[in-house]
């Protein structure tokens, strides 16, 4: 199938000698899938604490009570240059120990559902599925949005390894999550983070006071507990903002709060599914795929989000869309096929490969965007595009993201 009608409408290219060139995906970051992601921290403590089968080449000293908090949307960059903001979270950063204090990276696409699978079950997004805020359901034919889980498919179907608190509950450890009362029964919670006990909290303080207190129940203890406010607080207004830095005050506060509250034995974890970043509002920089006949042309379906787009291609087209996506978006992303991203290590530790149902989940063609640029779709999806700071790409500020340590 050829896509290029005559013309190249609205991204006519400058003239020869200013021509961008597409930028080379072997210089894009990788994760650190098995020594420093998100995906290793849950194994990692759970072998701290006895848990059978659990390993991880991110080395943390052992605990009896492990707490895991989790802030949606502190990326470590964003955290580094807002210190006033955050005087107890900076306070924990650098240490010496090797592994704690330093940044881990969240995966690929680094977006919440992606990053909640990949901390609860331990495993990287090749494994577990859930490849992105909004994949093709090879069942139905439709792109499904694995936050809302919309249209609904069967969880344990779509994901069905256990999770590291099931595997912990099992052994004897006493697992909680608490968080808003309303996650408990969601999908995503059901395959991402469920096991032992699920405790709902409206207030964030009150969470943080249970957390503490469930620590305490058990010799062994492995405790989750999580905080949305500041991810939506960055999508609406930006990570450059006032109402952005008071969100992390707060944040601050009730860190400071709950490990003030550790029970002896105790270690707490401080960690996020993300960072962010302000996008181009206007300009050279912003494509809006809705209002761009070259970037539709060949494409079936369009997943993923602004910063980390899957191109679902109709049968024949996915050569040309790669090349046109390339060319189009020259300089501003790394776009690479799906065989690519796998051998590059976007969705998995390189060589690792990707689970057979995992695999037609993921675009023909994966597009992840540098800089502040963003590819939106302003009819289908209006509420996603006028966000002002997103995430999902490669980039460190929204890779990186910290792994702080209260030990008591």
């Known amino acids: 199938m050829t896509l290029s009608p005559p013309g190249r409408g609205s991204h006519a290219p400058p003239p020869p000698d200013q021509d961008p060139e597409p930028l080379d995906p072997r210089g894009a970051p990788a994760p650190r899938y098995g020594s420093g992601s998100l995906a290793d921290v849950l194994p990692a403590a759970a072998a701290g604490l006895g848990v059978p089968g659990m390993a991880s080449g991110l080395r943390l000293p052992p605990a009896d009570r492990v707490c895991l908090f989790l802030v949606d949307g502190l990326g470590w960059e964003a955290l580094r240059a807002h210190p006033e903001a955050a005087p107890f979270l900076t306070s924990l950063l650098p240490t010496s120990r090797a592994g704690a204090g330093e940044p881990i990276t969240a995966g690929f696409p680094s977006t919440t559902a992606t990053s909640l699978a990949s901390v609860g079950t331990g495993l990287a997004p090749a494994a577990h599925g859930l490849a992105g805020y909004k994949v093709l359901d090879p069942a139905s034919g439709q792109v499904m949005n694995q936050l809302r889980w919309d249209p609904w498919t069967d969880p344990r179907l ?26 408990e029964h969601t999908p995503l919670t059901r395959v991402a983070l469920s096991g032992g006990t699920f405790l709902g909290r409206l207030d964030a303080g009150e969470r943080m006071d249970l957390a503490a207190r469930r620590l305490a ?172 700071g997103m995430h999902g790409s490669v980039t460190p500020a929204e890779q990186l993201v910290p792994l702080l340590e209260v030990r008591t």
């Open 217 to 388: 129940v058990a010799d062994r203890a492995l405790v989750y507990t999580y905080y949305a406010e500041l991810d939506a607080t960055g999508h609406r207004f930006g990570v450059d903002s006032d109402a952005w830095r008071r969100e992390l005050r707060y944040v601050d506060g009730l860190a400071q709060r709950l490990a003030e509250q550790l029970p002896p034995r105790s270690v707490l974890y401080i960690t996020a599914d993300h960072g962010m970043v302000d996008v181009a509002s206007a300009g050279e920089a912003r494509f809006d795929f809705d209002d761009d006949w070259e970037l539709r042309a060949g494409v079936a379906h369009l997943g993923g989000e602004g910063r980390a787009r899957h191109l679902y291609a109709v049968p024949g087209a996915a050569p040309d869309v790669y090349a046109v996506w390339r060319e189009v978006l020259a300089g501003h992303a790394w776009v690479v096929t799906r065989d690519e991203a796998v051998e590059l290590g976007w969705f998995g530790p390189p060589g690792a490969g990707m689970e057979p149902r995992v695999r037609s989940r993921v675009g023909d063609v994966v597009v992840a965007m540098t800089g502040t640029a963003c590819v939106v779709a302003s009819t289908s999806e209006p509420h996603e595009s006028a966000l002002v």
């Open 158 to 183: 779509w994901q069905p390894h256990p999770t590291v608190f099931q595997l912990a509950h099992a052994a004897g450890v006493a697992a909680s999550q608490v968080s808003t009362p309303h996650f």
